[in-house]
């Protein structure tokens, strides 16, 4: 019996090897980049109390209710407005792009307009640099 587990952690053939693989990729800087938007509930980092005061966070068998998502806030003047195409188009000083729909265009707080200045609040972790399309929770320009 010896011989077969030599065998299968030697030649990386079917299970023998798993436990390191795994390891390789949770470690592996290339899964890491993949992973930004991590989020953590409570039953990892205990921040809600439970009601009894007995011990930090909930019971386990209770679902957590402080997900929280990570942000990034864009600043910079408007230097192109598109208002007249679907979806609106809209392009800031420091090169942050953000397509909005009627109605997300209508919940911006202010009047867009090119030269006025504009914060994107993105839902989007702070080191992801690609160049995917981020869910907008809040838009709001001042003069």
Do not use: C
């Not at 299968?8 to 693989?21: C, K």
Request: hydrophobic share 30%.
């Amino acid at each position: 019996m010896g011989k077969f587990k030599e065998f299968m952690e030697n030649h990386n053939i079917g299970l023998g090897d798993l436990g390191r693989r795994i390891s390789q990729l949770y470690h592996s800087n290339e899964f890491g980049n993949q992973l930004n938007g991590a989020i953590t509930s409570s039953d990892i980092t205990g921040t809600e109390q439970s009601w009894t005061g007995s011990y930090s966070g909930h019971p386990l068998y209770l679902p957590s209710t402080d997900m929280t998502l990570p942000a990034v806030e864009k600043t910079g003047r408007i230097v192109m407005l598109m208002a007249k195409r679907n979806p609106i188009y809209v392009r800031l000083s420091d090169g942050t792009e953000a397509n909005f729909t009627w109605d997300e265009y209508k919940r911006i707080e202010g009047d867009p307009a090119v030269g006025k200045t504009m914060t994107v609040i993105f839902q989007r972790h702070p080191e992801d640099s690609t160049k995917m399309y981020s869910k907008i929770d809040k838009a709001i320009v001042r003069d």
